[in-house]
């Protein structure tokens, strides 16, 4: 017991030391809340913290999704933190009971704050209101399993992509904080042994974590990246039938779309893989009614980037020019912001989040002095995974697209 409270002290000393060597910002000049980087630790040692998603609150801090591996279940814990605009811890909650799989993102419905899990048990969703705090307010069962993806549709209802393991069907619904189902469509993933396994492997971490997401685009149809027809497959519908009105097929779970970011005029930023190769198209036109292959897509290859990793996109507008921003993370163990011109497609400059220790994305969101706030995982000396928070501000910015 003492060599554990001893080493327990050492690592809060070390973690300590850490953080505070590790504020990117400089000039003294500069506001402490528009450039920093946190890292955070766990009171909990030996959890490894997985980056969900980010979303900055009213008071100008941020909520922080997280995910922990537990030891009394198969699927991964619930953690959400709440940071102040500076980027200082406040406080955490951990979810202990049969709420698990968080799954992005951050859903703001009737003015309050929300969130999409999983009952480890009957394995049908949740949706949880979340306060300032982080303190779960309320949790509500939806008559969905296995959720994968959540995504605002206006100011009072989201859009949910799940998967019925009785069934096998990839299913998305548009549906109210009630729960109240208004439109559903269900796809079939395909018939034989080892079909699902890609599917259940993501929700237990056993295997690769797939790039599942939903949301609609401008013309009102709705998008959901997920598996139909034995092969992962981009689909397009107006949830008005259980046959997808678009199809961009990929290879099985070796291949497809893994990020997606609807432009105007019907276009689209992506990124595609195929096996282990990547490739990004900063706007790229999509056949949204009828059926095609992603490998017919072409991109330019991103050499660097790391197999398996999430892909992140969001436009920024700077000095009233519109940007598209391509995040992901590379083979060196950094992040990178890829920013290309949203109206053209060019490619405009790139930056290099991270150093002396390894750097995963896991979310991006806009922040109120038209910055960006990076959330991702780093591993402290090489073996303990926490959350980080980068901010850079719109000078830090436009001082990478000169």
Request: proline fraction near 2%; glycine fraction near 10%.
């Amino acid at each position: 017991m003492m060599k554990l409270v001893l080493k327990n002290m050492l690592w809060g000393g070390l973690v300590m030391i850490f953080i505070t060597s590790c504020d990117i910002k400089d000039n003294k000049d500069v506001e402490p809340s528009a450039s920093f980087l946190k890292i955070y630790d766990s009171h909990q040692f030996d959890h490894a913290i997985g980056a969900v998603d980010v979303v900055q609150k009213e008071d100008e801090g941020y909520l922080l999704l997280g995910n922990y591996r537990r030891d009394d279940t198969n699927f991964l814990g619930v953690y959400v933190a709440c940071v102040d605009k500076e980027g200082q811890f406040v406080r955490n909650t951990y979810l202990r009971d049969n709420n698990v799989h968080p799954v992005g993102k951050f859903l703001m419905l009737g003015g309050q704050r929300y969130f999409v899990s999983m009952d480890a048990i009957g394995l049908h969703a949740y949706l949880n209101q979340v306060d300032d705090s982080a303190r779960i307010v309320s949790t509500v069962a939806l008559g969905v399993t296995y959720p994968m993806y959540a995504e605002n549709d206006g100011e009072d209802q989201f859009v949910l992509l799940s998967y019925d393991s009785e069934d096998k069907k990839s299913v998305l619904s548009l549906m109210n904080t009630d729960g109240v189902v208004a439109s559903q469509s269900t796809f079939g993933i395909g018939a034989g042994q080892g079909v699902e396994e890609p599917i259940i492997d993501h929700f237990t971490r056993t295997g690769r974590e797939l790039p599942f997401f939903a949301g609609r685009v401008s013309n009102g149809l709705y998008y959901a990246n997920a598996f139909f027809n034995y092969t992962l497959s981009l689909l397009f519908t107006d949830l008005s039938s259980n046959t997808p009105s678009g199809v961009v097929q990929g290879q099985q779970d070796e291949g497809g779309i893994s990020g997606l970011l609807p432009l105007d005029g019907g276009q689209f930023s992506l990124a595609r893989f195929n096996f282990g190769d990547h490739y990004a198209n900063a706007r790229e036109t999509l056949n949204t009614g009828g059926i095609s292959s992603v490998n017919a897509i072409e991109g330019n290859p991103m050499l660097e980037w790391e197999t398996d990793e999430k892909v992140k996109m969001i436009n920024i507008t700077l000095q009233e020019v519109n940007y598209t921003v391509i995040a992901t993370t590379t083979k060196n163990q950094q992040i990178v912001l890829h920013i290309y011109d949203a109206a053209t497609g060019d490619y405009m400059a790139v930056d290099y989040l991270g150093f002396s220790n390894p750097y995963q994305l896991g979310a991006l969101t806009l922040t109120e002095d038209n910055g960006l706030a990076v959330l991702g995982s780093t591993q402290v000396v090489g073996k303990f995974q926490r959350l980080c928070l980068f901010k850079l501000s719109e000078g830090e910015l436009l001082n990478v697209l000169n």
